[in-house]
């Protein structure tokens, strides 16, 4: 296992601390999970950083990848350290299969973005003015906080006015998206199971609404339920 280790190239911390060195105060990551399942939600993490968590070694933490590169109990394990530390604060979002359907899957993913990263916003400027009662413009404050937002993916996120960063496989090469990528598997990853005690037979608790074959013969024997998402084509065909 060491040696896996040595040789795998885990995503690194240079990009935040060269940001952080920069100038800006706060930086924000996001990442989504479930974009090519037949059934569930797509399920988005967004994650606020600030500098002090840069200077923690954070030992806990090591090894920490893309949640596709880990096992279940690993990302659960990760998952539960990032909970754990003061230094960061985090939001999930989801769209159920009805507004996949409706909007597209990507367009979906993206929706999911700008309210996880809002929503965020609005809980760090929620605990600011808890921390400092004081200070009556709030808003002002963090709204002139210099922060940026590292998107996963090749595009920015329409529809948000924030400065954004998007980088390709960013869940693998950049630190703050991979600690995204895994929350947001960790709590799709619970909801898939509650759905397999909902809808027993399908084995949702095994392949989480991916395509499998076991899942896709289960779904022909079956039919379509209504958390499977009617636009794609293996669900369409049934129909």
């Not at 990302?75 to 939001?91: V, W, Y």
């Not at 600011?128 to 998107?151: C, F, G, Q, R, W």
Request: proline fraction near 4%; charged fraction near 25%.
């Amino acid at each position: 296992m060491f040696c896996v280790f040595k040789t795998m190239k885990l995503p690194h911390k240079t990009l935040e601390r060269k940001l952080f060195a920069n100038g800006y105060s706060l930086i924000f990551a996001v990442d989504e999970v479930g974009m090519g399942c037949l059934a569930g939600p797509v399920v988005v993490c967004a994650v606020a950083f600030r500098k002090k968590f840069f200077n923690r070694r954070n030992k806990k933490l090591n090894w920490l990848r893309d949640s596709k590169l880990l096992q279940a109990k690993q990302r659960e394990e990760f998952a539960g350290e990032l909970a754990k530390n003061e230094d960061i604060r985090f939001q999930i979002c989801y769209v159920y299969p009805k507004t996949i359907d409706k909007l597209n899957i990507y367009q979906a993913s993206r929706e999911a973005m700008r309210r996880a990263i809002k929503k965020l916003y609005q809980v760090l400027c929620i605990k600011y003015y808890a921390k400092n009662p004081e200070t009556h413009d709030t808003y002002y404050m963090i709204h002139n906080t210099k922060s940026i937002v590292l998107v996963d993916g090749p595009n920015k996120i329409s529809g948000l006015n924030m400065e954004q960063l998007p980088i390709v496989k960013g869940d693998r090469k950049v630190f703050a998206i991979a600690c995204a990528s895994i929350i947001a598997k960790v709590h799709r990853d619970k909801m898939m199971v509650r759905y397999a005690k909902k809808y027993p037979g399908y084995g949702f608790e095994k392949h989480k609404g991916y395509g499998t074959k076991y899942h896709q013969v289960k779904l022909a024997s079956l039919g379509p339920l209504e958390i499977h998402r009617k636009s794609f084509a293996p669900v369409a065909k049934l129909l």
